[in-house]
């Protein structure tokens, strides 16, 4: 058998009421917030006699989730959020944007930092990383189409004839 889909990222966090602002300006959706413990938490997790506070966040095509957790008990027993990006383990989660400067304008209200800074990748992507509620490394991606390339004036428009456009179809 194989993979049917990615079902979420989990993401530990502090303050549980921030992250989930922070991803709601990004444009994720709360599906919703639980309390989880119990015997049978400890037995998938590995981490017995744990109180975990989560919300789940859906992006708005409704394929991804991130899983946001707020130990309540066992406490937190390591601390990654300001590793390198060249760290082992957890990188990023990287989401696709409509408008990369909006974007950033919006998350940069609720505490965002750029990393570096925002680059172009050849004719297909604006990409940059920040960093958003304690640390947490998020990728921004936004794709440079046709519509995109010609208001950045990289392409001149082309003129073609019905003859050629059904051609360069074939």
């Known amino acids: ?22 991803f709601t300006e990004l444009g994720l959706a709360l599906e919703g917030r639980a309390l989880i413990e ?8 590995g981490v017995p006699n ?12 409704g394929h991804s989730r991130l899983e946001l957790s707020r130990f309540l008990a066992p406490p937190v027993v390591a601390d990654h959020r300001n590793a390198p990006v060249n760290a082992l383990g957890y990188l990023r989660v990287m989401f ?9 304008a919006r998350l940069r ?7 570096g800074e925002v680059v172009r990748y050849e004719d297909t992507y604006r990409l ?29 428009p082309v003129d073609l004839t019905q003859s050629q456009v059904n051609s360069r179809s074939n």
């Open 1 to 22: 058998m194989t993979v049917v889909r990615m079902d979420n990222v989990g993401i530990v966090v502090e303050d549980l009421d921030a992250t989930i602002a922070f």
């Open 38 to 45: 119990g015997e049978w938490a400890g037995r998938v997790t």
């Open 50 to 61: 744990q109180r975990v506070e989560i919300a789940m966040m859906r992006t708005p095509d």
């Open 96 to 104: 696709t944007v409509e408008d990369i400067d909006d974007t950033l």
């Open 109 to 115: 209200t609720r505490g965002a930092e750029l990393v």
């Open 128 to 156: 940059c990383y920040i960093r958003g509620p304690e640390g947490i490394l998020i990728g921004l991606a936004q794709e440079l189409g046709w519509q995109a390339l010609r208001q950045a004036d990289v392409m001149e």
